[in-house]
């Protein structure tokens, strides 16, 4: 029946309540804060449109409903140009030891302080609402929140970039998201676009063997690394300055997924990473990064072939550690993904006393190019008054009004000097204050790229011949499959004619993979690449194993007449390993255990496939095991598990599902099998290697 009105409550049943900021609520007598509009009125109707009559029409006096919708029709901002989709948290930074020999940044002058941040990963190519695993290079910027300012580093997950020049970013951007005509693909670089671009660029190799590794599709973003990627100045309270680059390392280790089980992730679990990142966080299982430098001075930069202002560059860490000098923990997350995550705004040119600019063209591009992004997306000059992006140190200048005005100069003074004296007069500079780096800049104007920046084959070959023999795989798995979905033949073949200029095998087998008749020429490189680059481990993800299931998520699919004790054994090895367990069942009612004990699972069968979890159970009863074979996601779940390279434990009831989903009855060392407390134990510790590697028949 319509509503007509309600009955007439008055003033006096409101009370005002403070809330934790200060703000006052007005709250009713069942407790709930009063329904306002954004005037602060109180509103007694939120149903039904004021009409005339009990059937309309509706009437223009209704200035809730008109405030109302008003808003929402306004409700969305522009998202990004790249890095539309991504998740953030807060945390903090925590210095490990005084820098003052390197620089005079504030945050690192002292051990043990702790400076708040505000993280934000990301992906590049996807419009906000894409999905998660795609194949693309992930953002990882942090804003510092120091006692003398903002400092954001924004960097990525990959230590190098496609173009050595900020004037060819909209070209690369545009090329890899979808085709103007069609709209399509979403998050993807698997089209004629995007290579044909790539094969055009020929500085875009090396992080085009970065983008085809393992790399590009991370596990989640606790296991991933994160590079400033251009060379960065520190500078000390002398002024003296030293070369630097920025290495964050995740605590946990490096992990990525297969792409099988990214595609399939993509379709179980668009949010996956998020997701992780949220319920990491929620569980009180903080993530953390070691930020590391690599320091240099100019004699040593001159030791290299390659110019360090080159961002398709990058010093392998075995000529030059990377020296841990405190740790970042994400240990919040925001209120609000809009307010926090959303709104907030990375700018390179956010930097502090202490840390400077290099002459890396890419880097001076991106100064220009922030700030413009920023008044775009967040619609006036003051985007810096939001609570995400304003400092958490005291600030004073003259700049006042615009849209959205929250701090405007007290008093008098709104100029500079004055002679109001300091009560009124308003802020002065100071000679501690940031000081660019007395560079001297010579040559004359041009348009012009530098002969030190032309080797664009050395340290792609570098990384490619540094990966572990499965990482390769991966690599030419990668290229066969984003080029088999390029329909110009053209390019497909000009790809492979840099190649050529990598890796030879490489080149071929990628040719094979494309049903190439004939191999091309090599491109012709500006400079002959080097043969002679020692391979690196720390390139590698898998050389550089964590050996511990702590983090990771073991997915346990159950039945009716499941044994109790094992799962609890199961939960017992995963508890003590820092990992989590996830129960998964034929209906999410869960099961019936052996002694009649009701289980609860996470997952319905459907909803929680093997792809979402890093290793797997399979604890059937002799009934259930029978149930499970008919069912088709079960033997899913264990044919994506095995072509995955995960462990797999399984009760001998379950072996029939193991049979049924195809797997051999000679099954490899990856499958355990188990009965009783120690198997499980036994079974997770196995599992601290992540993947059964050996298995020959993976996806
Ligand atoms: Fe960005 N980039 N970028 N970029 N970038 C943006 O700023 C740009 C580059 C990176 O989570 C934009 O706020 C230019 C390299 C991250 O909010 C925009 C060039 C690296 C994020 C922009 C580059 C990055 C951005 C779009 C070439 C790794 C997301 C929205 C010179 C070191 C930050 C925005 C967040 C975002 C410009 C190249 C990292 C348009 C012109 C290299 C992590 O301003």
Redesign the pocket.
């Known amino acids: 029946m319509a509503k007509t009105s309600k009955s007439a409550a008055t003033n006096a049943d409101l009370q005002v309540r403070r809330g934790n900021g200060g703000e006052t609520h007005q709250v009713a007598e069942d407790g709930y804060d009063v329904l306002t509009t954004q005037q602060g009125m109180p509103v007694s109707d939120d149903q039904n449109t004021l009409k005339q009559g009990a059937r309309g029409p509706a009437l223009i006096e209704d200035t809730h409903f008109r405030e109302k919708i008003f808003h929402f029709d306004h409700e969305r901002i522009p998202e ?5 989709r ?1 998740y ?1 948290a807060h945390g903090y930074f925590e210095t490990y030891e005084p820098l003052t020999e390197l620089t005079r940044a504030d945050l690192f002058q002292r051990a043990g302080e702790k400076t708040p941040v505000f993280v ?3 992906t ?1 190519a996807g419009n906000k609402g894409s999905f998660d695993l795609a194949r693309d ?5 942090v804003k510092f929140y120091t006692q003398e300012g903002n400092w954001d580093l ?3 997950n ?1 230590p190098v ?1 496609f ?1 050595q ?2 004037i ?3 070209d690369i ?1 545009h090329s890899v998201k979808d085709e103007p005509d069609r709209g399509f693909p979403q998050a993807q670089s698997a089209h004629d676009n995007f290579w044909d671009f790539i094969s055009l660029t020929p500085e875009s190799m090396h992080m085009i063997m970065w983008t085809m590794s393992d790399r590009a599709i991370p596990r989640s973003f606790r296991f991933m690394q994160g ?4 060379t960065f100045r520190l500078v000390n309270a002398e002024g003296k300055s030293s070369f630097v680059k920025f290495i964050w390392k995740p605590k946990l280790g490096m992990q990525s997924v297969v792409w099988n089980e990214a595609v399939k992730i993509n379709g179980a679990d668009p949010d996956f990473h998020r997701r992780d990142l949220w319920n990491s966080i929620q569980m009180g299982d903080f993530p953390e990064w070691e930020l590391c430098l690599q320091t240099f001075d100019q004699a040593f930069a001159d030791s290299f072939d390659f110019d360090v202002l080159d ?1 398709t560059k990058l010093i392998p860490e075995e000529l030059l550690p990377a020296i841990p000098v405190g740790r970042l923990v994400l240990d919040r997350m925001p209120e609000n993904f809009f307010a926090e995550t959303e709104q ?5 040119q956010n930097i502090v006393p202490g840390i400077d600019f290099s002459n890396d ?6 100064n ?3 700030l ?3 008044l775009k ?1 967040l619609g006036g000059p003051n985007f810096t008054h939001l609570p995400i992006n304003a400092p958490k140190c005291p600030f004073h200048n003259f700049q006042q009004d615009g849209h959205m005005a929250f701090h405007n100069p007290r008093g008098r003074a709104n100029y500079e000097p004055n002679s109001w004296g300091p009560e009124i007069g308003g802020p002065r500079e100071t000679e501690a204050g940031f000081r660019s780096i007395a560079d001297e800049p010579e040559g004359p104007k041009q348009r012009i790229r530098p002969e030190s920046f032309a080797d664009h084959y050395s340290q792609a070959r570098q990384f490619y011949r540094s990966q572990h023999l499965i990482e390769q795989r991966h690599i030419a798995d990668a290229l066969v499959f984003e080029l088999s979905k390029v329909e110009t033949p053209a390019i497909r073949v000009r790809v492979v004619s840099h190649l050529l200029n990598v890796d030879a095998d490489l080149a071929q087998t990628v040719a094979d993979g494309l049903g190439l008749r004939t191999l091309p020429k090599a491109a012709s490189p500006m400079v002959q690449p080097r043969d002679d680059l020692p391979t690196s481990d720390a390139l590698s993800i898998l050389k550089n194993p964590p050996g511990t299931f702590k983090g990771r998520k073991l997915g346990v699919l159950v039945t009716d007449g499941v044994d109790a004790a094992l799962i609890d054994a199961l939960k017992q090895a995963v508890d003590a390993a820092g990992a989590v367990m996830e129960l998964i069942a034929p209906a999410v009612g869960g099961v019936e255990a052996s002694d009649g004990t009701l289980i609860a699972a996470h997952h319905k069968i459907d909803g929680g496939p093997s792809v979402v979890f890093d290793a797997v159970a399979i604890l059937a009863g002799e009934e259930g095991a029978l149930g499970l074979l008919k069912l088709p996601p079960a033997r899913d779940f264990v044919a994506d598990a095995c072509a995955h390279y995960k462990f797999v434990a399984f009760t001998e009831p379950a072996k029939k599902l193991l049979a049924k989903a195809g797997l051999p009855d000679d099954l490899d060392d990856g499958f355990v099998s188990l009965a009783t407390a120690d198997d499980a134990k036994a079974f997770i510790a196995a599992c601290g290697a992540l993947r059964f590697w050996d298995r020959p028949d993976g996806a």
């Open positions: 990004r140009v790249v890095h539309a991504g953030g934000r990963f990301s590049v290079v992930r953002g990882f910027a924004v960097g990525n990959i970039f173009i020049d900020a060819k970013f909209p951007i590079f400033g990627v251009h961002p907030v705004a990375f700018m390179t063209p890419l880097l001076q591009g991106r220009f190019s922030y413009d992004t920023q997306r």
